[in-house]
């Protein structure tokens, strides 16, 4: 199962869902039927990206059993220390690696590098802004977001995709807001707009005309769009193999509104039911306390701050 990736001869990252006696799980024996589902997801993530034409600003992904053990782990008050570590008889969830380093941390090298982050390419930005929006990430912060030393662009930690929860981004029955720092409107790129390294530049209208995309520039993925947009829930599931009805439902329903009404007012579209609840909701926090806050994913959209391009 050791895909190594063609291109740079780096060795995959293996995730599990979940792993027994570990602090951050919290359990002795782990629910395989989740765990096989979000497996399900991540392969129904992988299948779609290649149909549409967007595989190739993320890594790859792919599964395959795993029996090991983890070594011990520190006391976790919740479940009972298990002497030689948890045992682990899974699905483990493989993606290749990426090139270079995360946004993130080009705050932490030198100068130079500083500057790779106004030398993206604006097709790259706008590919990830379609995959995020398109699959429904909820979780492309900045440490999931991959540059090598030419500033091309590699998405990683795609498991909060298509509707996978975790609190504050999403329910149990596949339901999905987009929080992407290549997304207007959100709270991932509300909250580093104005950053000293400057993320609020990786906001697609900085790389775009107009607050469209024009993509049906990738022939493949318009083709995928008016696909998904035709096919009914269930045969979005069944050739998908996605397993909850509403993430397919939604799934489709970004693709109509993408083909019928354009990027930008399918993505307000996305956002209108998270946008409602928003305004509605009581003692919402202002200021510094509302960059973090995940009760709600939408945040009032505001100019982009961009950067001169440094080619």
């Known amino acids: 199962v050791n895909k190594i990736h063609p291109s740079n001869g780096l060795n995959p990252f293996v995730k599990f869902p979940c792993v027994p006696s570990t602090p951050k799980h919290g359990v002795t024996q782990c629910d395989l039927s989740k765990v096989n589902e979000t497996s399900q997801a991540l392969m129904a993530l992988q299948h779609l990206a290649e149909d549409c034409g967007l595989s190739h600003i993320s890594v790859d992904a792919y599964v395959a059993p795993i029996r090991s053990s983890m070594p011990d782990q520190p006391a976790n008050p919740a479940t009972p220390f298990i002497p030689g570590g948890g045992k682990v008889d899974q699905l483990g969830l493989f993606t290749t690696a990426a090139p270079g380093i995360s946004i993130s941390n080009l705050a932490f090298t030198n100068a130079r590098n500083h500057k790779l982050i106004t030398q993206i390419k604006a097709e790259q930005v706008q590919d990830a802004a379609l995959f995020d929006f398109l699959f ?21 930690d795609n498991d909060l995709m298509l509707g996978g929860s975790q609190k504050g ?50 022939k493949k993925l318009s083709a995928c769009v008016a696909k998904l947009a ?17 993430a397919a439902e939604l799934l489709k329903q970004r693709s109509f509104d993408l083909r019928e009404h354009g990027f930008a007012k399918a993505l307000d579209l996305a956002y209108a039911s998270e946008k409602k609840k928003f305004n509605a909701a009581e003692n919402r926090p202002t200021g510094e306390a509302l960059k973090h806050w995940h009760n709600n994913l939408w945040r009032p959209l505001e100019e982009p701050i961009c950067q001169e391009k440094n080619l």
């Open 230 to 246: 035709d096919l009914s829930v269930a045969e979005i599931q069944r050739d998908y193999g996605i397993v909850k009805a509403k």
């Open 169 to 218: 981004r999403g329910g149990n029955d596949g339901s999905c807001t987009p929080s992407s720092l290549f997304l207007p409107s959100n709270m991932e790129s509300w909250r580093v707009r104005q950053s000293p390294s400057k993320l609020g530049h990786l906001d697609y209208r900085c790389h775009s005309d107009s607050r469209d995309i024009p993509y049906q520039r990738n």
């Open 136 to 156: 429904c990430c909820s979780d492309r912060h900045a440490q999931n977001i991959f540059i090598d030393e030419d500033a091309n662009l590699k998405l990683i």
